[in-house]
């Protein structure tokens, strides 16, 4: 059942478990997930099985679309009504909540279930909060990178790609026989900013977006420049097909997933189509992955992977107490494996018992993940929503060609972050 609002409860006795109102402790979990898929299912399922045993702790399911969730959260941290749990951007929003939310690293420390997170995982979240602390959980944990055609690379006999120029030199034999070397949603906008931002990670190291936006590093520096100058260069020599700026997120899938393009750039939250046999015209066995190649005289390393971890989960600070915490050492300890077991969900969490039966590109996914020494951010992890779509509106400019050069971008995006420093 999906409730828009958070309601109170009436007094008396619960009828379904025989419990006295004041004995009963709820668990409200506000978020924008369906309560049928996903991390939801996964909660909702082992905690109902607490509720058996544990008749006097329950959870409450509470839906709250998208576009309202951060609005939603906002005015009830302003009213002291946080709901127990609730999903929220793990970035500068949460920062800026982060007297009214509980200390999860303490807490699960506390609780004897800290060893249940994957310490890359953690370091990500930690990143996005200036390393001021852990604030919210990865309830699923995304990584990113170049995912390949293995039938055509084997035909044209191209390895995977360890430096950009690999990759370029494989896109321009792509380009020599017939074949489009990247599948991009230019209408999308991000998929074009993570070109960007992967290049430039790659040049200055994994902490270089995190000096950006703390104002030790500008944009125009000339590696960015390089970056923004090499994706252009992309574009215009047909590595994006025609105009990739009409081409959208499914599309693009499709393109790939049909065998019209080599190469595709997205995260490990593509799973659920490559793993549809419906879909996925090219085979469970015939997609490779590569993380972001190196850069020549760069100092980023192929064990530093781009990650997100989607949604975040946390905690209010308020409405913590102990039967809260039995609840959560309960469902935290089971997260991670009844995650791959029952839906083939990679997440934050360290995974024990791997199932017999995975796929073999969630299997190749948790393994890169269990393998990375540092979890990188994404482009605009640090931006404000004006620069984000000022980085992203002009991305569409620079690979069309139309009066947008890699020095006017990078020029642009810096008037912005300078423009969110000084607020």
């Not at 998208?66 to 939603?72: A, C, E």
Request: glycine letters at 8%.
């Amino acid at each position: 059942m999906i409730f828009v609002a958070l309601v109170g409860c009436s007094s008396g006795e619960s009828p379904s478990t025989g419990v006295k109102d004041e004995e009963l402790t709820t668990i409200r979990y506000l978020t924008s997930n369906l309560e049928s898929e996903g991390t939801v299912k996964v909660l909702t399922d082992i905690s109902e099985e607490y509720t058996k045993v544990n008749p006097s702790v329950k959870l409450e399911y509470y839906y709250v679309g998208q576009s309202g969730l951060r609005q939603r959260i906002q005015l009830l941290a302003a009213s002291n009504d946080l709901p127990t749990m609730f999903s929220f951007e793990s970035g500068r929003p949460l920062r800026n909540l982060k007297g009214e939310v509980l200390d999860l690293e303490q807490t699960f420390k506390d609780l004897g279930i800290y060893e249940k997170l994957n310490p890359v995982a953690v370091n990500l979240l930690k990143q996005q909060t200036h390393g001021e602390g852990l604030y919210a959980l990865p309830l699923e944990l995304n990584i990113e990178g170049f995912w390949y055609n293995k039938s055509l690379f084997a035909k044209l006999g191209i390895e995977e790609p360890r430096t950009w120029d690999d990759m370029l030199r494989a896109a321009d034999h792509f380009i020599e026989n017939g074949i489009q070397p990247f599948s991009v949603a230019g209408k999308e906008k991000w998929p074009i900013t993570r070109l960007i931002g992967g290049y430039a990670v790659r040049k200055y190291g994994p902490d270089v977006m995190e000096s950006v936006e703390n104002g030790e590093m500008k944009v125009t520096a000339p590696g960015f420049i390089e970056a923004a100058q090499t994706v252009y260069d992309m574009s215009m020599k047909g590595y994006f097909g025609g105009d990739a700026n009409k081409i959208d997120l499914q599309t693009s899938i499709d393109l790939f997933l049909q065998g019209q393009a080599a190469m595709f750039y997205s995260g490990s939250w593509e799973l659920r189509d490559f793993n549809n046999p419906v879909r996925n015209k090219l085979g469970a066995d015939g997609i490779g992955y590569f993380n972001i190649p190196l850069v020549k005289d760069g100092i980023g390393t192929l064990d530093e992977f781009p990650m997100n971890a989607g949604l975040t989960n946390s905690f209010s600070k308020a409405a913590f107490n102990s039967k809260v915490g039995e609840w959560m050492k309960t469902v935290f300890s089971e997260y991670g494996d009844r995650a791959m077991r029952d839906n083939g969900l990679i997440t934050g969490f360290k995974v024990e018992h791997m199932p017999a039966q995975v796929p073999p590109l969630t299997q190749l996914v948790q393994e890169k993940i269990e393998s990375a020494k540092r979890a990188v951010l994404w482009f605009e992890a640090g931006f404000d929503s004006k620069t984000q779509s000022i980085a992203w509106d002009n991305a569409q400019l620079l690979i069309s060609g139309e009066g947008m050069t890699a020095q006017s971008y990078m020029e642009e995006l810096q008037k912005a972050i300078d423009a969110q420093q000084s607020n």
